[in-house]
């Protein structure tokens, strides 16, 4: 089991850019796949971004591609997702989630992750 902490989240206007990190503890973190997914309000929670644990190989959601990037840091066992060109609809909580590489079938599937963040708040405006 990993514990993760979101940080990073805030207002921002649109048009500008945010840097989400997920501090891990309490297991390897290498061994880890990790993925950021959001939830806006009266949605559900839906696949941002993931990175396989070597930090080599990102995936992203057709909605943040071309101006999100993750990345991972595994000496710090932080994962970070930085978000470019915010757009009104990016306004959600945003979640990091751990799940065993060994176990994780599709990255983008919320039910490979076993271990999640409380969320932080991502507000965009225009």
């Known amino acids: 089991q990993v514990q993760l902490v979101e940080s990073g989240g805030g207002l921002v206007q649109a048009g500008g850019s945010l840097r989400l990190s997920c501090a891990a503890s309490g297991s390897t973190f290498s061994t880890y796949v990790m993925g950021w997914f959001r939830q806006a309000p009266g949605k559900e929670r839906e696949f941002v971004a993931a990175?396989?644990?070597?930090?080599?190989?990102?995936s992203y959601a057709d909605s943040v591609k071309g101006r999100s990037t993750v990345s991972r840091d595994n000496n710090k066992s932080t994962v970070y997702l930085e978000v470019n060109s915010l757009k009104p609809e990016d306004t959600a909580v945003y979640y990091c989630a751990a799940g065993v590489a060994s176990k994780v079938a599709a990255i983008s599937g919320e039910g490979n992750y076993d271990d999640w963040g409380q969320g932080t708040q991502v507000t965009a405006y225009s």
């Open positions: 990175i396989n644990r070597h930090g080599d190989s990102p």
